[in-house]
């Protein structure tokens, strides 16, 4: 049988497949439907803190094989989470990474991550400095459109926490890779890329945006090959472990991110197709591995064939 462990800094995954912030709330809403326990890991609904309730609606809209949103970060807030919500999570014995973002001061994700060091069954921490959802109100540049706004809030909660770190890119940008170099350079122990694609449907009976906040955050199959693209280029630059996501939806998409240099992928929009999709690319990755004749799903990285 194919070993399919992977590492990001310290935490250590029994398989390389998780589920993407904002797709799966925080695990109850799924235990119906698949076995979590053979999940990688859960990626829990960014939490921010105090409670939000969201934008307003229509906050999605199916576009052409993906998409379109604008939730706006709706959650409980940090207390509540941890009171209500991160107790249940605790019962599926699944490493959990708590995705965090601000609502308008950086030194939030500081607050937010002093918070969650404490407690030992939060695995690892992500931060989610690429939602456009909250920009779009403030008319404000993403901190990760920006390599120094995203160094100094890297370095910031790197020094109050020894846990593992991810950071959340955005494909907004002129080159993903500047903005990923500077991330691993202030002490991310990973990186998550990519986040939704600005994006925009419109109405043309009604002349008016399909969702309230007029432009949204693009995902699905439709991005895949962006996100693959980005994923391959940013391998080429830095030395810590990917997450690659954006239209991962069976196993053939995720062993695409692999090929491009990705250590792990994480299921999104596709849970809502099909609450399966995870677990059915774990069980395929692991034919995938038999079939071709590799012992490691690290076999996979480095593997890609480029003509020329």
């Not at 070993?3 to 797709?23: D, E, H």
């Not at 202030?186 to 694609?197: F, H, P, Y």
Request: one cysteine or more; proline letters at 5%.
């Amino acid at each position: 049988m194919a070993n399919l462990n992977i590492s990001i800094g310290k935490l250590k995954l029994k398989n390389p497949v998780m589920v993407a912030s904002g797709t799966f709330g925080y695990a109850e809403e799924f235990s119906d439907f698949i076995d979590l326990k053979k999940l990688g890991a859960i990626v829990t609904k960014t939490i921010t803190l105090r409670p939000r309730q969201g934008n307003a609606a229509p906050r999605t809209c199916e576009t052409p094989a993906g998409l379109l949103n604008s939730i706006g970060l709706e959650n409980p807030g940090v207390d509540k989470f941890i009171k209500d919500k991160l107790p249940v999570l605790k019962e599926y014995h699944v490493p959990i990474i708590v995705s965090i973002a601000s609502e308008r001061d950086p030194e939030e994700f500081v607050e937010l991550t002093h918070r969650l060091d404490r407690i030992k069954e939060v695995a690892a921490i992500e931060l989610n400095i690429s939602c456009p959802n909250i920009r779009e109100k403030k008319g404000k540049r993403l901190i990760s459109q920006d390599a120094l706004a995203t160094h100094g809030l890297v370095k910031a909660v790197r020094k109050i926490t020894n846990k593992t770190l991810i950071t959340k890119l955005t494909p907004n940008v002129t080159d993903i890779t500047e903005i990923a170099l500077a991330a691993e350079s202030a002490g991310s122990d990973g990186l998550a890329l990519i986040n939704t694609l600005a994006g925009m449907i419109i109405d043309i009976e009604k002349r008016r945006p399909k969702i309230a906040m007029a432009s949204g955050g693009l995902s699905g199959p439709a991005i895949r090959p962006v996100a693959v693209r980005m994923v391959w280029e940013v391998h080429q630059k830095v030395k810590i472990p990917l997450i690659g996501m954006g239209g991962v939806s069976d196993t053939r998409s995720a062993l695409e991110f692999f090929l491009a240099g990705a250590t792990a992928v994480a299921v999104g929009t596709a849970n809502f197709i099909n609450p399966k999709t995870s677990v059915e690319i774990i069980a395929g990755i692991g034919k995938y591995l038999c079939k071709t004749n590799l012992k490691d799903i690290k076999a996979l990285q480095n593997s890609l064939k480029i003509n020329g």
